[in-house]
């Protein structure tokens, strides 16, 4: 760690951010000016990969340092527990935390939001005590319970639909400017401090405010382009060239437009004197799948424009320049843990898991990813290989799921359970190859550096890279308890609501989610 280091952390999480629309990557439409001028003083990691492809997971990892089958935040557990998080640590070590999102995964609800000393969530459907308090405990408890669990899952399908109807009404763009807003309040009434922000804009549906909508997609009607992936995936619904243009368009605005807020606050920190003493983070928890692999959305797969996320990281002891060697998302917890000296490891509570600062893991060391073996020790179970894999975890999402299923049915459509939609996946990358195993069809493999776009799958070829990168899978597989090959039940249908006690009952009646 420098002895320049800041004592500051801006950690930005652009959600559902492809690498490849931003300007910084080479992207021909001008996107982001605003990252492109923030490149120019950063560290652009052009083969940075998430843990997982969708929210949860990822932030649970972020904010603990473990793979996702180590803190078990998933569809099948919607909550974080028995783990001490990064805002827990850096509270405890002095330092003003907060964390600021329109993304209904992280709330009280999750536990990811555990250990701010602030927190607003500004996910616009759902009513605040849906997500926190009384109505949290219950849901937690219908999850505690396999019978009641589909009836969790349905109070999410319902709360998804009303997102999708009501996000591209008045107000739905004011999410990411309250969040800046929030932030510059914070950071201003803070010594030393740790704002984490999500901002959601990118995220399914697209109705990006007129200014954007204006640039990037004249003449596009937002309410009139396939804005549910199920629909697409399941195959009720098809898409046309000329629509996927029109996604791809709007999805450009609502890019441009978290720049711009991202800009208002990058100029603000430096007109405050902020800038120089704020090590900054700007990242993606994953990306999105615009009709690749004949998919929509990011579900049911590990291709790379999901996996493979953008990163820039400010920091005097980073040099303004790019690099291409392999980065895991999940180190960015021992980076932080470094950058404001903090060693971690200490749990918040009796009976949790805290995980130490490893600077092997640091993206500030000189000994970055020099993993040594040490026979007896308590291993990082992705410290496998020579540090020149990632790796990536998918366990079955029930609630996208559901909705894939009721979309089907609707269109008369039976679903293969024989199929990617009802699989588990891991993955182990390097940045020139990635093998793939599936626990329901057959695994993928492909030599990212001669097909970048993963459309000749080498699986059970003769290719000493992808043979490499399958052991090296096998070896992650094994620290983390074993590989995925038992598939699942695959009946995910809605149980009823009887055997929910009569006070639950009631207060989603009082909201709405029941009759």
């Not at 405050?272 to 990306?287: I, L, N, R, Y």
């Not at 799948?289 to 579900?299: I, M, S, V």
């Not at 060693?343 to 130490?356: F, K, S």
């Not at 089907?408 to 588990?424: C, H, K, M, V």
Request: hydrophobic letters at 35%; glycine letters at 6%; one cysteine or more.
């Amino acid at each position: 760690m420098s002895t320049e280091s800041p004592e500051n952390v801006l950690f930005v999480v652009m959600d559902t951010v492809r690498k490849d629309r931003l300007t910084p990557y080479g992207y021909d439409r001008n996107t982001t000016p605003n990252l492109d001028a923030f490149a120019d003083e950063a560290t652009v990691f052009e083969q940075a990969v998430a843990p997982a492809p969708w929210t949860l997971p990822v932030h649970a990892s972020l904010f603990t340092g473990m793979y996702p089958s180590q803190h078990g935040a998933d569809q099948e557990n919607p909550y974080l527990e028995g783990a001490t998080t990064l805002a827990q640590t850096l509270s405890r070590a002095g330092y003003d935390t907060a964390c600021y999102s329109s993304n209904a995964w992280i709330t009280p609800y999750t536990h990811l939001t555990d250990g701010f000393d602030e927190q607003d969530n500004f996910f616009e459907v759902m009513p605040g005590d849906f997500l926190s308090g009384p109505l949290a405990r219950a849901w937690k408890t219908m999850n505690d319970y396999e019978a009641l669990r589909a009836v969790a899952d349905k109070l999410v399908s319902l709360g998804n639909t009303a997102h999708e109807y009501f996000a591209g009404g008045e107000g739905a763009d004011s999410k990411t400017p309250a969040v800046i807003d929030q932030t510059q309040a914070f950071i201003a009434d803070s010594d030393r401090s740790f704002a984490f922000i999500n901002l959601m804009d990118a995220h399914l549906p697209y109705h990006p405010p007129d200014e954007f909508a204006a640039e990037f997609a004249p003449g596009v009607d937002s309410m009139a382009v396939c804005q549910n992936s199920k629909e697409y995936n399941s195959g009720a619904r098809d898409i046309d060239e000329s629509e996927w243009t029109d996604i791809r368009n709007l999805y450009d605005a609502e890019i441009a437009h978290i720049d711009a807020q991202l800009g208002r606050l990058f100029d603000w920190l430096k007109a405050e004197g902020q800038w120089d003493d704020t090590m900054v983070v700007v990242c993606a928890d994953h990306g999105e799948l615009h009709g690749e692999h004949d998919l929509y959305g990011h579900e049911f797969c590990l291709y790379d424009p999901l996996v493979n996320v953008p990163l820039l990281v400010k920091h005097p002891a980073l040099e303004a320049d790019r690099r291409d060697d392999q980065v895991e998302l999940i180190d960015l917890y021992h980076t932080v843990l470094d950058a404001l000296d903090v060693d971690g490891g200490t749990p918040a509570a009796a009976g949790e898991e805290a995980v130490a600062l490893d600077r092997t893991r640091s993206l500030l060391a000189g000994s970055y990813r020099e993993f040594e073996y040490v026979p007896g020790a308590d291993r990082d179970p992705g410290q496998r290989g020579d540090g020149a894999c990632a790796f990536i975890e998918y366990s079955r999402p029930v609630v996208e799921l559901k909705q894939l299923e009721e979309k089907a049915a609707d269109a008369g459509i039976s679903l293969p359970e024989n199929s990617r939609f009802y699989s588990r996946m891991r993955a182990a990358r390097r940045t020139d190859a990635k093998y793939v195993r599936i626990d329901r069809i057959n695994d993928e493999a492909y030599r990212l550096d001669a097909d970048p776009d993963e459309t000749d799958d080498l699986a059970g070829a003769d290719d000493p890279a992808i043979a490499e990168v399958a052991d090296t899978l096998s070896e992650f597989e094994s620290a983390v308890g074993g590989a995925w090959t038992d598939a699942l039940d695959d009946d995910v249908s809605d149980e009823t609501v009887e055997e929910m006690d009569d006070d639950a009952q009631k207060r989603l009646r009082q909201l709405g989610y029941l009759e």
